[in-house]
């Protein structure tokens, strides 16, 4: 059984850092898309950033040019550096992959358990 197992969350003050990490446990043949989503409390999942295969990326735009989102292929890990955190990027952070567990076979979605960032002010 495949899963995608983050880590990297915690407790950080306004504009300090951190970097989250994602990796799927289990074997399997590719990594597709990737992406970081995160959910407030009593707020809708929204998309933080994503990344191609071809490592084409995408940025929410409250985000943009504080986070930076990066692979790293030989690791099959997904990784999400936050910088300049603020009390409003506090939300649990889910990672979300489509895989391709065998050769010439459909790929699948796949999410985290999330981790928590608490960005305190």
């Known amino acids: 059984q495949v899963q995608l197992v983050e880590s990297g969350g915690g407790l950080v003050r306004a504009g300090g850092s951190l970097r989250l990490s994602c990796t799927p446990s289990?074997?399997?043949?590719?990594?597709?898309?990737m992406a970081w989503y995160r959910q407030a409390p009593e707020k809708k999942r929204e998309m933080v950033a994503s990344i191609s295969s071809e490592s084409s990326t995408n940025y929410a735009d409250s985000v943009k040019g504080r986070f930076t989102i990066s692979r790293d292929k030989a690791k099959n890990t997904l990784y999400l550096q936050m910088n300049s955190l603020k009390p409003e990027d506090t939300a649990i952070y889910y990672c979300y992959g489509r895989l391709t567990l065998q050769p010439d076979g459909p790929d699948f979605q796949y999410w985290g358990e999330g981790t928590q960032v608490t960005v305190s002010s």
């Open positions: 289990g074997r399997i043949f590719s990594i597709n898309r």
